[in-house]
């Protein structure tokens, strides 16, 4: 299995990214995907899923109106579309399939 995340960077506040997650070693359009964020001394953040329908979505209270998680299954990734970014949102995103974890890829927001 391999989650290869991209599309993180330094954007300004109120800018936009948009992550991405290519998947392979699993049957993609069978699983559960999501994102999570770790910033410097904070804890593992949960930020969003999307089940393997893409029918149900969760987002957290602070990136809820902001940001947009889908999955494209031709393409075999799941994306996370941030919007208005703030600097509490600066962290290392990580990809996930609820089994296994991607690299991460850094986002700062300054």
């Known amino acids: 299995v391999q989650l290869v995340e991209s599309g993180g960077g330094l954007v300004q506040p109120g800018g936009s990214l948009r992550l991405s997650c290519t998947a392979s070693?699993?049957?993609?359009?069978?699983?559960?995907m999501g994102w999570y964020r770790q910033a410097p001394g904070n804890e593992c953040e949960l930020v969003s899923t999307?089940?393997?329908?893409?029918?149900?979505?969760y987002y957290a209270d602070s990136v809820k109106g902001r940001f947009t998680i889908t999955k494209a299954n031709a393409e075999v990734t799941v994306y996370l579309q941030m919007n208005n970014l703030k600097s509490e949102d600066t962290a290392l995103y990580y990809c996930f399939d609820f089994a296994h974890w991607g690299q991460g890829t850094q986002v700062t927001v300054s």
């Open positions: 070693g699993f049957t993609f359009e069978d699983s559960d």
């Open positions: 999307i089940s393997s329908s893409e029918r149900t979505t």
